[in-house]
């Protein structure tokens, strides 16, 4: 198994561009989560998805931040316009259906907004 | 919040001694589980402690759990160099989403 796979690993964009970063989860696994990691901030929950429909987004932003899981292998979590504040690394995981399993995390987006 | 909270924010120790990290929460957990973050990558799962377990072990990990004192501890024995990374405990409430900690940075010098 390849893992959680993301794209790209690095993103440099100018502020109001849009950015889309992209997951494939784990086949099989039937939840999704959008992490953010910053310095200041460390690790926070942006959104999950659960059987492809989101779950909880209360960690996400603003509006200008969205995620979609068309399917049970990919998502994406887009930023319409981008900002500096935005600059961080985004990191997608998986986990089979239930509570007690761990996740398996993606190798992360490193995003800079100039 | 059932965010966990690591101690010691950062630790340094000699190759072979023994590493302790303390994790403290808030809330009642269906579980609690340990990552390590190497620098650059991606977090990795190391261990998953149920609420009604107290310890577990997995080769030099050792993890406790008390759950009157909302607390747990990751114990790395006989450290080595490629332990070095950003150890984070997580608790999970029953709404499937994990809440992380700040994480502990640990350094092993050679």
């Known amino acids: 198994d390849a893992g959680v796979i993301q794209s790209p690993r690095h993103e440099v964009t100018e502020m109001g561009q849009e950015v889309t970063l992209r997951c494939k989860p784990i086949?099989?696994?039937?939840?999704l989560f959008w992490y953010r990691q910053t310095m200041m901030r460390g690790l926070e929950l942006l959104i999950y998805?659960?059987?492809?429909?989101?779950?909880?987004d209360s960690g996400m932003p603003e509006d200008r931040f969205s995620a979609k899981m068309p399917n049970a292998s990919f998502s994406t979590l887009k930023i319409q316009p981008s900002e500096p504040r935005d600059s961080a690394v985004y990191f997608c995981?998986?986990?089979?259906?239930?509570?007690?399993?761990?996740?398996?995390f993606g190798s992360g987006t490193r995003l800079t907004v100039v | 919040s059932q965010q966990g909270e690591e101690d010691p924010q950062a630790l340094s120790i000699q190759e072979g001694e023994n590493a302790t990290m303390n994790c403290s929460y808030k809330?009642?957990?269906?579980?609690l589980q340990w990552y390590r973050q190497n620098s650059g990558r991606g977090l990795v799962h190391l261990i998953l402690?149920?609420?009604?377990?107290r310890e577990k072990h997995s080769g030099r990990l050792r993890v406790t759990l008390d759950t009157s004192k909302k607390s747990s501890s990751l114990l790395i024995t006989a450290s080595r160099a490629a332990d070095t990374a950003s150890y984070f405990c997580?608790?999970?409430?029953?709404?499937?989403?994990?809440?992380f900690g700040k994480g502990t940075k640990l350094t092993v010098n050679p």
């Open positions: 995981a998986s986990r089979p259906g239930t509570d007690n399993y761990g996740y398996t």
């Open positions: 086949s099989g696994h039937n939840s």
């Open positions: 998805f659960n059987n492809n429909v989101p779950i909880d």
């Open positions: 809330t009642s957990i269906n579980n």
């Open positions: 402690i149920r609420s009604n377990e």
């Open positions: 997580a608790t999970g409430g029953g709404s499937e989403k994990l809440v």
